[in-house]
């Protein structure tokens, strides 16, 4: 049963995009797959890239598309264009699928990879993103760390979703160790300048100074 707080948040939240919504519904509840990010997450996101005017943006785990979706529906309202990269071999082709029946095929160049190779591609393609959004296997944050730094913009966004594990009872202890070394390493980092929001499972925001 949803209590209040979030009943009250349904209220107003509202999918950008239809056949976003038949998505998130219809995954809810299955135990094969990462869970779709909540609406008021979604709905965050594309408000960043409209408040940042954001015109290249990077995904790096994209599940299902759901979060994808979100994302690239933004840029497509401002004529920018997202790259998403995930691996997982099931998933990838209902992500690939997902997008196409949004509507949303030409506004998002799909990479299926690893985070680890993908980055250091992109690095090597001389890529640079308004804004990047960290969803990947948590222990890949750390991994990737530098070439993500890399590849945001001077006064870009890094948005990195799932930070507070740490304080989440229902979540593995070693997931939540993952995500707080991340939060030591963006938060000590002078190039950025970060802070942490209570939404979802927490977010942390940094913007390269």
Known sequence: ?????????????EFTNLYNKEIYYANQN??????????EIGRFLAFLIKLTG????????????????????????????????DNHPRTWAEAVTNVEKAGLRDYVEMIHANAEDAVKKLREDGMIFDMIFQDCGKYVYTVIYEDVAALVKKGGLIAADDTMFQVCSQVR???????????????????????????GHGMTLSYKI
């Open 173 to 199: 202890k070693n997931l939540g160790l993952h995500m707080d070394k991340y939060n030591q390493e963006i938060f000590k980092d002078t190039r950025f300048f970060s802070t942490m929001i209570p939404i």
């Open 30 to 39: 299955r135990d094969d797959i990462q869970p779709p990010v909540e609406p």
């Open 54 to 85: 954001a015109k290249k943006v990077l995904e790096l785990g994209c599940g299902v598309a759901n979060s994808t979706i979100w994302l690239a529906q933004a840029l497509k309202e401002q004529d920018g264009k997202l790259w998403t990269v």
């Open 1 to 13: 049963m949803k209590n209040s707080f979030q009943q009250y948040l349904d209220k107003y939240i």
